[in-house]
DNA sequence: AGAATAAAAGACCAAATTATCTTTATTTAT
DNA sequence: ATAAATAAAGATAATTTGGTCTTTTATTCT
């Protein structure tokens, strides 16, 4: 098993994506998208959808409309979108899937994972999409396979 | 979406199960297991079968027979029956699933998840199905719901 | 107003995961 | 030998996830 669902996979590129390639308000099209992160075209459309009903992305039906990510959403946190997603199922709950489980009645994987899951939490609470423009824009990181 | 499959999850359980009330070379039924763990049996009774087939666990058929874990399984890290299960994804790979993703190609959040990845491993590397055993014993830790 | 553009919504399909039941093979005890 | 116990294996079903296509709605431009 990968850490994040497929959906969470493509829904973070593709957020990064656009926060990347529009810029200063300008939209981009979701054929665009797809095709800059290598994801199935409807099957993404479901997944920005999706993200722009909760508020996450921002949309504009129409002629030169499109995605794009206002200002305010770019100070998200990348926690946010896998929130949004794949639940919180990552940073709370059970490693064993145990309902009981808590300090008082622990797992046995109970404390080694309860530091795990708050470093990825904080990890995923610590930056914001627009962190990463600046470096996609470099060059340095990259969103394709 | 949590940290393992379901099928992982139940299987660990097991496991922790099986070693904890079959101590000194005495079987355990699928039925008792299943009921001990708050899993179904049947699906249980694949997965056990599976670990039993990768040498994980022990089982012998017929009266007194069951399932088992050797003196030899029970040093194993808790990490081989992850990886048995779920394979890899959780210590390797791209989070953001990026085939090309790599040191020198990195996606955005490659860094940081390296750091995350190594800790998951070393952890479920470095705790043997044995060492809790006495937890259990003691009645520390739980494993039903 | 009408045509074009683009996301939203809805219907549908495929594959993987989770789960259940039945039959078979192996071992033990009588 | 036979019966009983038990895991192994096989078949099937339900649910969730992943993916595709079509229709509708909102917006813009002429």
Known sequence: ?????????????????????????????????????????????????????????????????????????????????VEAIDGNGLFRGCALGLKQCSEVNPCPLHDEFKAIRTRIYDMLRGINIDQFNQELLSGILSLKK
Chains 1, 2 share one sequence.
């Open 1 to 81: 098993m990968a850490i994040f669902s497929k959906t969470c996979e493509y829904g973070i590129r593709a957020v990064f994506f656009i926060a990347h390639t529009s810029a200063n308000g300008r939209r981009i099209g979701i054929k665009e998208i797809a095709a800059g992160i290598d994801s199935p075209e409807f099957f993404l459309a479901k997944i920005l959808q999706d993200l722009s009903r909760k508020g996450i992305i921002n949309s504009i039906k129409g002629p030169n409309g499109g995605f794009y990510i206002s200002s305010e959403n770019l100070k998200r946190p990348i926690s946010d979108i």
